[in-house]
């Protein structure tokens, strides 16, 4: 997890949004509390950031890991505004497509680094809450580099890499460059080059058996 979570976290999902949000499900007869509790479970449970907000700027709700990262973004004097301005601008695009794509549904996806070993993928669309009311902006946020990681341990286990191979493969698919792969593990230029090649070869024995198995008369499709 990129942003840890701290003690004195600051509510991003305020009560405000929270009435807000009940208000809404209230005008549509859906005003059951446990329905807004399960929507918010469901939101927690998601391992992107999720986050709820009105086309006003009123965030609604936010999970733990995009609160996580509003308060990474967040600016001293952006506390009345719980949105990073990031976040913001791609809702104001989507609200802003809306006007020429009136019946189109529109996704507004965009990507920020706002550290140079950080890198978020945002997506904005229309999330419909309750019929022909309110409209609200539901955005996504993807850490690319855990992403990246998260296949690059599949790849691991896949082509039986060692664990410094693994290493190496994580870092170079989160784009790191040969220089940076070799001063985050304390070895060489040579030694990264080597432990890549290393890895395709792992990875072209590995396709070469699998469409070997597949090509033979014996190999069934199940």
Same mark, same amino acid.
């Given at each position: 997890?990129?942003?840890?979570?701290?003690?004195?976290?600051?509510?991003?999902?305020?009560?405000?949004?929270?009435?807000?949000?009940?208000?809404?499900?209230?005008?549509?007869?859906?005003?059951?509390?446990?329905?807004?509790?399960?929507?918010?479970?469901?939101?927690?449970?998601?391992?992107?950031? *999720?986050? @709820?907000?009105?086309?006003?700027?009123?965030?609604?709700?936010?999970?733990?890991?995009? +609160? !996580?990262?509003?308060? #990474? /973004?967040?600016?001293?004097?952006?506390?009345?505004?719980?949105?990073?301005?990031?976040?913001?601008?791609?809702?104001?695009?989507?609200?802003?497509?809306?006007?020429?794509?009136?019946?189109?549904? *529109?996704? @507004?996806?965009?990507?920020?680094?706002?550290?140079?070993?950080?890198?978020?993928?945002? +997506? !904005?669309?229309?999330? #419909? /809450?309750?019929?022909?009311?309110?409209?609200?902006?539901?955005?996504?946020?993807?850490?690319?580099?855990?992403?990246?990681?998260?296949?690059?341990?599949?790849?691991?286990?896949?082509?039986?890499?060692?664990?410094?191979?693994?290493?190496?493969?994580?870092?170079?698919?989160?784009?790191?460059?040969?220089?940076?792969?070799?001063? #985050? /593990?304390?070895?060489?230029?040579?030694?990264?080059?080597?432990?890549?090649?290393?890895?395709?070869?792992?990875?072209?024995?590995?396709?070469?058996?699998?469409?070997?198995?597949?090509?033979?008369?014996?190999?069934?499709?199940?």
């Amino acid at each position: 997890m990129l942003f840890p979570c701290e003690n004195n976290n600051v509510n991003f999902a305020s009560i405000l949004g929270n009435n807000f949000l009940k208000k809404s499900l209230k005008d549509e007869n859906l005003e059951s509390a446990s329905k807004v509790d399960l929507l918010q479970a469901m939101i927690e449970s998601f391992v992107d950031g *999720i986050l @709820i907000a009105t086309t006003e700027g009123n965030l609604v709700h936010a999970n733990e890991y995009a +609160r !996580a990262i509003c308060r #990474q /973004l967040a600016h001293k004097a952006a506390v009345v505004n719980p949105i990073p301005e990031e976040i913001w601008r791609i809702c104001q695009s989507l609200i802003d497509s809306q006007d020429l794509f009136p019946d189109e549904k *529109i996704i @507004i996806e965009s990507e920020i680094e706002p550290t140079p070993t950080i890198k978020l993928r945002l +997506r !904005a669309r229309w999330l #419909q /809450l309750c019929v022909n009311k309110h409209n609200f902006l539901l955005v996504t946020l993807e850490d690319c580099n855990q992403y990246s990681q998260s296949i690059a341990i599949a790849d691991a286990k896949k082509y039986n890499l060692t664990d410094r191979e693994r290493q190496v493969w994580q870092l170079r698919r989160a784009n790191f460059s040969y220089k940076e792969i070799a001063n #985050q /593990l304390y070895i060489t230029i040579n030694t990264v080059k080597k432990h890549l090649k290393n890895i395709h070869a792992k990875q072209h024995e590995k396709e070469h058996i699998t469409f070997a198995d597949s090509s033979s008369p014996y190999f069934k499709w199940n």
